[in-house]
Structures are given as structure tokens and as C-alpha cells.
């Protein structure tokens, strides 16, 4: 995932901070220099000339609201997607899981209990560590929005401007917040400034995004949480395969290629097994598309398929639009392997369509040239059909229905056998518009 416009200015600001840290000449720690801003509304004249010379009122402005934005998007992404797909997960998974303990049954398909149990686990730490990025998200917009009000009060009050009634007034869990942010953020980091080359990681949300396998660079803080702690000092719920694993200092990228590795290798036998068990029951050639041919034409579209279980017969209907666009084809086979019901063909010419402006004056008749633009089983009985007109007829276009049992009595269905070319026939259809 590239990074975020926000992410860059802050990483930017990180950077500033290192450099603030190294060039200053006092001893005081950029926490202390931000809390004393805090607390006395005094700064010092460096402190003053990084605010006021390379971050700027306008620029504080304008990456307070990038941020706001962009971690509300992310935010709702992962309740809408990766919440609602790894609660479908866990659905299908568990179901998958009793599928293999009915061995008398499903055995055969080579599903293995504990490698799914495996799929299970790994499903639901992944939904764990998108809680988790959750929790910082919304804790980050907190600490950030608290944190940019107040700095942007303060450096309005440094250019000796007028500061708005609605941003001059600061509650104390306002302050807390502020306070919170520049404790967890701009503390000095030794070990970050090793890894990263700067002391400060402002951003928090960008490093579970990342496809990296280092360790995230900012874990979440779990000091303190009375639920962790109960797990530790229980000693049959530490090990419980009930539980999920969390790992805290994994991002969301890294768990998640881990849960598709475990899924894909606990339904690799049973794709075997299904796989080799998949037999060509026919081979029809439709067309040959030249060797030399650059730019393959896309021929064969609109696939739908119907299970007529009165008649025990699937029915396909496709077209293929550059060889005869306004040809539907009609594909029918057998379901029932105790009665030898012949296959068959049928090309359906949908290019005249009669349009009844008035069924009681026949002169009012038009006739229309039409191309097939999509088709569907409508039921047993009806295939719905969308037709649009010529150029010279404004690409006009009707919804219309076609009965199969109209189609099948025109003509004497065309039998084929596997292997064998066959020749189109056009077939009349009574189209009836809606």
C-alpha cells in the first residue's frame, strides 16, 4: 500500500523533531519544551522558530484536516471490509471444520480438522489485530485533534493574532489528551532512532499498513490492561486454543499474508482431491482464433447458466458478439444419467424484433435491427433479454422476454457429439417487450 500524503508530512515532521533534538542547545527534552507551552504559554525561541519557520499555521491547518479525513477512510474500510470479511471467514471456515469431522461423509474430500482449526486461528487473530487498529485510529484522532487545536491556538497567539472564541477554550480532558500525546509521542527514542534514523515516530496508523516484516515500530501500549494481565496469571487460559493469538508487534499487512498462507495450505488437499476428481464431459468447438492474432478479441460472453429440474437438463446461453452479435446460443445437455436425453445447439437470431406501437393497426409496425446486449434465465419457461438498436436507430433499447418453448418448436433441436464442429441455424424468436 503507497503511502498516504499525511503520512509523508508527518514522517517529515518526525524528521524535523530529530533535527530539532540535535541542533538545540539546551538539554531540555522536546516533551518538556511542548509541556511548558502547555502549562505557561512560553517557548523557547527554538521551539518558536521550528512552529513558526517550517511548520507553519497554514501547514498545521492543512495536515490536522489530511489526517482527520484520511483516518476516518481507513477507519470505515476496515469495519465495512476486512470486519465483515473475516466474520464471513469465520463463518465459512467453522462450517468447512464440521464438514471434516462428518468423516463418514466427507472424508473422501481430504479435509483435515486441525489444519482448518489452524484457518480458524489465524482468521481470528487477523480480526483481532483489525480491532486493534481500530482502537488506535480512534485513539489517534482523539490525541491528534486535541493536539492540533491546541497547537494551532498557541502559534496564532505566537504571530500575535486573533485567536476564535470556539478554539480558546480548553477543558481539562482537552488538556489530558494534549498531555497524552506528547507523553506517547514525543518522547526520545533511542532505539527508534537506530532503526529509523529519527527519535520521534509521531504516526501510528501507517506502520500496521505496511507489507514489511520488521516488528511494528510503535506497539501498542498494553501496560496497564486488567484482561492481558488475567490471561498471563491463568494458567489454563494462557495455552487455550479457544483464545486468539493477538501478536502485538505484528502490523495488519504481516497477519494478514499469514492467515492467507494457513488457509490456502489447509484447502490445498481438498482442491487436489476435488481437482483430480473433475472429468470434460464435453468438448464443443466454437470457433479458431488465428496464431498471428496480436490482439485476441474478447468472443465469448454472457454466460448464464439454469438447472431446468423438470426437464433434467442445464441450459447455458451465451453469445459471441464478434462472429454474430445478433445471435444468442442456446447450449442444452442432460442431467439425468439414467435416461439418454441428446445434447444440443441452437443459435437464436434476435437482429428483427417487431415493435407493436399500436397491436391494433398493423401498419404502425416498425422493424427494428437489434444487437443482444445481455441475457438471463428469467425461469424454466423464459430467458430475458436486453437488445439495443442500430446506430441510424439512436442505439435504441428494449428489455424484452423470449419463451424458450416458442424457440424449441421452431426447428428440430441440433444433436452434437463431443469433438465435433457444428453449424449455427437461425432460429425465429417471438420477443415479447416490456
Not at 36 to 61: D, F, H, I, R, Y
Not at 86 to 101: F, I, Q, T
Not at 354 to 375: E, F, G, I, M, P
Not at 419 to 429: I, K
Request: proline letters at 4%; glycine letters at 4%; a negative charge.
Amino acid at each position: 500500500m503507497q503511502c498516504e500524503a499525511w503520512e509523508d508530512i508527518l514522517m517529515q515532521m518526525d524528521l524535523r523533531l530529530t533535527k530539532f533534538v540535535q541542533e538545540k542547545n539546551t538539554s531540555t527534552q522536546v516533551q518538556d519544551e511542548f509541556l511548558e507551552l502547555l502549562l505557561w504559554g512560553q517557548s523557547s525561541p527554538e521551539l518558536q522558530a521550528l512552529l513558526m519557520n517550517q511548520l507553519t499555521v497554514k501547514g498545521l491547518k492543512k495536515l490536522g484536516q489530511s489526517i482527520e479525513s484520511s483516518y476516518s477512510s481507513i477507519q470505515k474500510l476496515v469495519i465495512s471490509h476486512l470486519q465483515s470479511g473475516s466474520e464471513a471467514l469465520l463463518y465459512h471456515l467453522s462450517e468447512v471444520k464440521g464438514m471434516s469431522l462428518w468423516k463418514q461423509k466427507f472424508e473422501s474430500l481430504g479435509l483435515d480438522s486441525a489444519a482448518i482449526e489452524g484457518a480458524i486461528t489465524a482468521v481470528g487473530s487477523f480480526s483481532l489485530k483489525a480491532n486493534e487498529l481500530l482502537q488506535v485510529i480512534d485513539k489517534s484522532m482523539k490525541n491528534f485533534k486535541a493536539f492540533f487545536r491546541w497547537l494551532y491556538v498557541a502559534m496564532l497567539r505566537m504571530c500575535e493574532e486573533h485567536v476564535p472564541p470556539e478554539l480558546n477554550k480548553m477543558t481539562q480532558k482537552d488538556i489530558a489528551f494534549v498531555a497524552d500525546f506528547l507523553a506517547e509521542h514525543f518522547s526520545e527514542n533511542e532505539e527508534l532512532f537506530d532503526r529509523k534514523g529519527k527519535y520521534f515516530n509521531v504516526e501510528r496508523v501507517g506502520q500496521y499498513l505496511k507489507d514489511e516484516d520488521e516488528d511494528l515500530v510503535s506497539p501498542p501500549n498494553t501496560k496497564g490492561n486488567q484482561w492481558l494481565k488475567f490471561l498471563q496469571e491463568s494458567t489454563h487460559l494462557k495455552e487455550s486454543p479457544l483464545l486468539f493469538p493477538s501478536f502485538p508487534q505484528k502490523s495488519l499487512h504481516f497477519v494478514k499474508r499469514m492467515m492467507e498462507n494457513v488457509i490456502v495450505q489447509c484447502l490445498q488437499e481438498p482442491a487436489e482431491v476435488i481437482g483430480r476428481s473433475v472429468k470434460q464431459a464435453v468438448f464443443l468447438p466454437l470457433y479458431t482464433v488465428p496464431e498471428s492474432s496480436e490482439n485476441n478479441p474478447r468472443l465469448f460472453e454472457l454466460p448464464s447458466l439454469w438447472n431446468d429440474k423438470k426437464a433434467k437438463m442445464h441450459n447455458v446461453v451465451f453469445c459471441m458478439p464478434e462472429i454474430s452479435p445478433c445471435k444468442l446460443y442456446l447450449l442444452r445437455k442432460g442431467t439425468d444419467p439414467n435416461r439418454h436425453i441428446p445434447n444440443s445447439v441452437m443459435s437464436i437470431d434476435l437482429s428483427h424484433h417487431l415493435d407493436n406501437a399500436d397491436d391494433d393497426n398493423a401498419a404502425a409496425q416498425t422493424n427494428y435491427v437489434y444487437s443482444c446486449l445481455d441475457a438471463r434465465f428469467y425461469d424454466d419457461e423464459m430467458l430475458t433479454v436486453v437488445l439495443q438498436g442500430s446506430e441510424e436507430e439512436n442505439k435504441r433499447r428494449v428489455l424484452a422476454q423470449l419463451s424458450l418453448a416458442s424457440v424449441l418448436s421452431c426447428e428440430t433441436e441440433f444433436c452434437w457429439e463431443p469433438n465435433l464442429r457444428w453449424t449455427s441455424r437461425a432460429v425465429p424468436s417471438h420477443a415479447k417487450a416490456w
